[in-house]
């Protein structure tokens, strides 16, 4: 299953406008998703932050700066897998917890954002939008955010 059909699985909404965009307005569609994701989730790390410009203003690949957001996403996920693993004696497993719930949407905004430098343009978007639906739990918020951005 390609990202595409497993973000239509999630957010079907989302998915059809990223599957009927034309290629020229896919990284913007991309960027537009980072952007919404980061801002939702509150996520502040200049890796990201420079990656967000970088989307705005020259919106092509840059597999250097995919690298550095790569790496926050990673170091976010660590943190919030060293958080949860402290919580799994609980009857929830830390899945209630608002510090782990935090921790997670961070680190899968920062694979959004990551994922948004990719070097297509439809999987950039596509990938970009799935996580973000992870990160924010709310794919209206994030299809009303591209629908805006295309104008639709």
Known sequence: ???IELLRQSAPN??????NAGQSKLRRVAAVVARATVSRTGLSHPAVAQALERLETAPAPDADLQASVEAAAEALDEE????KELLEEREDAGKDDPDVNVAFSRARAASAVAAALGDDEREAAASAAYEAVSATDDSEYLTEAVRRALAI
């Open 1 to 3: 299953m390609n990202t």
């Open 14 to 19: 989302l998915a059809s406008l990223i599957e």
């Open 80 to 83: 919030y897998s060293a958080l």
